[in-house]
């Protein structure tokens, strides 16, 4: 029986080779991104381009805005801050944090797998190469999925419990851009910049720049 | 030390009565209502002049579509089961259950929490006189609270765990009337029906309708 999966997909490196994979696993992969009020749109149109070019089965688009609630440099109007190296990217939870980003994310994938019938979440999410985010860990991805088949129909369906795929969440970067070689990801189309010029090229110094560059160069 | 909270408010009797209480518990009540697609927006007017005549110290409306994602009565075109009498309401989870709905307002609350500083959550939810929802069961809000903590800021202040209250869930439908009338909440502001006339009136016949003329009645 082939399983039906609900794919995060930002258009960046890291949810693009999870849809990939999804696909490569004979899951039948639907696609949700989401128009959330971040700076800047050129993943939402990578997004569309990555789900294109890797045959998913349908995708779509949900917003809402997240600037109503703000407290992030990627919804606010807050610096993104910029570094020279990896090594000068701070600890603890990093200001690019977006408050239950992902929880939100994640709650939006449930209420359409129940509607479409599907019994997967796949989710980019990696807690090596960057653990800064408290909802990138394998503990919140645990927990969720525990609340997500109590408040929901999967209540009804214990022998058929949903279930959140996360393949990258031990990898480096350099895994990642291997395994996104190997699945056919069109990298050149991803998109992970958070503070693009105007034009929409990457500033190459945010976090998520430093640590892509750096996943290309060691892969 | 006050504590400062999240009051999801859709402006029925049972979140009214839920901000109502936390008021008197001497909690900093912020009130949050959505505008979620549902197809009758007498309940956000509802919900307005109730944050207003309680005192709530702030009432944010956050605007997003579940309409794109569908599969209930409350915001597709589906009919509204009415029914004569209470014996009537089916068994099971009922159509008008939105599909994941508790889960997307509570990430929301959590995300607001995380921005003004509230190490609380209130939702009116209710196991007893109602208990079709999944997401209205003890065993769902505990699972929330939990990952709520494991995937937010809450993370790094275990000391100051962020805690769902539900001071309705164990409570019959009379109860809550009694509930609301000694905490002076306006019941005559309140609407509960999920199917009204084009000029706002309840139908009477819907679940909601029938539970609160119950809850009414006995009270």
């Known amino acids: 029986m082939t399983h039906r999966a609900v794919v995060l997909l930002s258009g960046g490196l890291d949810s693009s080779t999870c849809l990939a994979w999804g696909i490569r696993e004979g899951l039948e992969c639907h696609a949700l991104s989401f128009d959330y009020g971040q700076r800047q749109l050129q993943e939402l149109n990578a997004a569309r381009a990555i789900a294109k070019a890797l045959g998913a089965s349908s995708h779509r688009v949900l917003r809402f805005d997240l600037r109503a609630i703000g407290g992030s440099a990627l919804t606010d109007d807050i610096e993104v801050p910029k570094h020279r190296t990896i090594g000068e990217i701070g600890q603890g939870i990093p200001i690019t944090y977006v408050p239950a980003r992902n929880t939100i994310f994640l709650s939006y994938a449930l209420a359409l797998a129940e509607v479409i019938g599907a019994d997967r979440l796949l989710i980019g999410v990696n807690a090596l190469d960057y653990s800064g985010y408290p909802d990138c860990r394998p503990e919140f991805i645990a927990a969720f999925e525990s609340m997500a088949n109590l408040g929901s129909r999967f209540v009804q369906t214990p022998e058929a419990r949903l279930q959140i795929l996360t393949p ?17 990801v069109p990298i050149e189309l991803t998109f992970s910049c958070y503070d693009p010029s105007e034009s929409g090229e ?9 640590l892509r560059a750096k996943g290309l160069e060691e892969a």
Chains 1, 2 share one sequence.
């Not at 990258?168 to 056919?184: N, P």
């Not at 990457?202 to 430093?210: F, H, I, R, S």
């Open 168 to 184: 990258l969440i031990a990898m480096t970067k350099a895994e990642i851009v291997r395994l996104a070689r190997s699945l056919g």
């Open 202 to 210: 990457p500033c190459g110094q945010c976090d998520a720049c430093l």
